[in-house]
C-alpha cells in the first residue's frame, strides 16, 4: 500500500485496471489507493494453482476446459463455460471448482475491455518476465558492492525496458483506444 500511495503521490491518480496474482492483501492495498479502478486477478497464475491441484491424468481435459472460461467473447459466455465445467468437474475436484466460484468475477473482470487487449490484461505475465530479467542480471554479479549497486543495476535495466517498450506498439491497443478513452472519461 505504501509503495501504490508513493505511485499516487507521484501523480498517478487515474488508473483504470490493476492485474494481480491473488497475493493476499495486495488488491485490497490497491483498491484503497484507487477506487475507481478494476481488479483483475491473473488467469494464467488460476489455471496454474488450479493444475497442480489435478491428478495428472486429467491435467490437460480440465486446462482445456478452462481455456472456454478465459476464451470465451463474452462474460456471459465465460460464465456458461464456467457452469459446464463445474458440472463435469465439481465431484472429483471440488475445491478448484469452488475457488473459481469465488474469484469468477475478479477473474473475468478484462471481459470489460475491449476484445482486441484482453489476452494481454488477463495476466501478470509481462511483469513476470521483468522480474526474472532483472534477477537474472543481477545474479550473474556474483557479489554487488551494496544495495546502491543492486539497485542501480535494477534501474538500468528498467530504463532500458522502458526505452523498448516506449517505441513498441502491443497489440490490440490501437483498436482498443477510443474504448479505453471513453472508460477513463467514464470513470474519471
Not at 17 to 43: M, T, Y
Not at 72 to 89: L, M, V
Request: hydrophobic fraction near 35%.
Amino acid at each position: 500500500q505504501e509503495i501504490l500511495q508513493d505511485l499516487y503521490q507521484r501523480g498517478v491518480k487515474e488508473v483504470l485496471l490493476g492485474v494481480f496474482d491473488g497475493l493476499n492483501g495486495l488488491e485490497e492495498a490497491f483498491k484503497s489507493v484507487f477506487p475507481k479502478a478494476d481488479v483483475q486477478r491473473c488467469v494464467v497464475h488460476k489455471v496454474r494453482n488450479t493444475l497442480n491441484k489435478v491428478r495428472k491424468k486429467d491435467q490437460i481435459e480440465v486446462a482445456e476446459d478452462l481455456k472456454l472460461i478465459y476464451r470465451a467473447t463474452t462474460k456471459e459466455a465465460a460464465i456458461q463455460a464456467f457452469r459446464e465445467f463445474e458440472k463435469k468437474w465439481s465431484k472429483k475436484y471440488a475445491r478448484e471448482v469452488q475457488s473459481w466460484e469465488k474469484d469468477l468475477d475478479v477473474l473475468l473482470t478484462f471481459m470489460k475491455y475491449p476484445l482486441s487487449i484482453r489476452s494481454v490484461i488477463y495476466t501478470t505475465n509481462a511483469i513476470e518476465r521483468t522480474i526474472k530479467d532483472i534477477r537474472k542480471r543481477l545474479k550473474t554479479m556474483n557479489s554487488l558492492s551494496s544495495i546502491e549497486a543492486a539497485e542501480k543495476i535494477t534501474y538500468l535495466t528498467i530504463q532500458d525496458y522502458n526505452e523498448k517498450w516506449s517505441n513498441r506498439k502491443l497489440r490490440g491497443f490501437s483498436n482498443a483506444y477510443q474504448a479505453l478513452q471513453e472508460m477513463f472519461e467514464e470513470r474519471y
